[in-house]
């Protein structure tokens, strides 16, 4: 908890020992669950995987793309956020 504590805490322009007693507070008054239920795990985890496949496909499809232009002669700039 420290870490994510210390991770998030600067966004809101705290010390991560304030963030970690927000959170122990929610924690003890209920308002959030100490784990997540497995079904939010399991959904997170298929997204994830989802995630990385659209990435994966993405990159392919962009390499294709410069490898078309490059046979064809063109010097246009790759798409931003795509190198």
């Known amino acids: 908890m420290q ?4 991770a998030v805490a600067p ?6 020992h304030t963030a970690r007693q927000w959170v122990q507070k929610a924690l ?4 959030f669950p100490h784990h ?16 990385q496949e659209l ?3 993405n990159e392919l499809l962009n390499d294709d793309h410069l490898h078309a ?8 700039a790759p798409v931003p956020g795509t190198t």
């Open 28 to 31: 003890g008054e209920g308002q």
């Open 36 to 51: 997540l239920p497995d079904d939010l795990a399991a959904e997170n985890a298929r997204l994830r995987r989802e995630v």
């Open 11 to 16: 966004k809101f322009g705290i010390s991560w």
């Open 69 to 76: 232009l490059s046979e064809h002669g063109d010097t246009a």
């Open 3 to 6: 870490a994510a504590c210390q």
């Open 55 to 57: 990435r994966d496909t």
